[in-house]
């Protein structure tokens, strides 16, 4: 573990495992978590030869919790100062849901230096919200309740929040209650502010004019039971966007695919940084 320091001052916390001259592989989290979600594939990365290294959004998990900077080109920033800081080359990048964001932004801010191959796992690229042009996207009456219900009372809000995006009572086999139990408290390590803030950011962010700079090869992974982002308007609306995308969908399966699909989704990404 480290922390790094973003061009902005903020500490972000960053865990760097593996070989340091193993190609590297950096793994965005979802909201509200922390970089914890990717442990268990990081020890697979790390044993098998390849550098993992995850860290914790600002806000978010162990870094720093400032007041501004909720806005994909800031944390697009702060993931390019992940990548200066580790000197990271060649590398692979995961987002997974929030996460995919921070990928698509980077590639088109920094236009994707120093990147060689990307995933997005159910991720919220392109665009969740739903608009005229976007018709399959959320409606904003979804995301005014989510916020309401994080105001008036954040925990009770996430423990329903949580069943969901594992589909408890909907996946069979879904995850055990340990497993919520363990989200939960990394839900209520973030603060408010960054909590709110980045939901709004998710939820409203167009990256389809990012998907363009996508010139790596892309593998996306989405679940088809995914009742929190869903897959018509993320998923496959990003495989169809991006040239040469790869598009894996898990039948039936939840947003939480790090927990819910553990082992097919270790295998599905190890095969995509071994090839």
């Not at 594939?41 to 914790?56: E, L």
């Not at 909590?195 to 090869?217: I, Q």
């Not at 892309?218 to 679940?223: D, F, S, V």
């Amino acid at each position: 573990m480290t922390m790094i320091t973003t061009r902005d001052g903020t500490q972000l916390y960053v865990k760097d495992w593996g070989p340091k001259t193993g190609r590297p592989v950096i793994m965005m989290h979802g909201w509200p978590l922390t970089s914890d979600t990717w442990d268990d594939f990081a020890v697979v990365a790390a044993d098998a030869g390849f550098r993992a290294i995850s860290y914790d959004r600002r806000g978010f998990g162990r870094s720093e919790q400032p007041w501004d900077g909720y806005e994909y080109d800031t944390l697009a920033d702060d993931l390019a100062d992940v990548i200066e800081a580790t000197g990271a080359q060649d590398a692979a990048l995961f987002g997974f849901s929030m996460g995919g964001g921070e990928v698509a932004r980077y590639m088109s801010r920094h236009g994707g230096e120093g990147v060689s191959k990307a995933a997005l796992i159910a991720s919220v690229v392109p665009y969740m919200a739903q608009t005229p042009d976007n018709p399959d996207g959320v409606p904003q009456s979804v995301f005014d309740e989510m916020t309401a219900g994080m105001k008036e009372d954040r925990a009770h809000f996430f423990h329903g929040f949580l069943k969901s995006f594992y589909g408890v009572g909907v996946f069979t086999g879904s995850v055990s209650e340990a497993v919520l139990d363990w989200s939960f408290q990394q839900t209520m390590m973030a603060g408010l502010r960054p909590t709110l803030a980045c939901a709004k950011a998710f939820s409203s962010t167009d990256f389809r004019p990012d998907l363009p700079s996508f010139k790596v090869p892309t593998l996306i992974i989405h679940g088809t039971g995914d009742q929190t982002v869903p897959i018509e308007t993320s998923g496959r609306a990003a495989a169809a966007a991006i040239p040469g995308a790869t598009l894996i969908e898990y039948d039936g399966a939840p947003h939480g695919l790090f927990a819910s699909n553990k082992q097919q989704l270790t295998d599905d990404l190890m095969a995509f940084l071994r090839s």
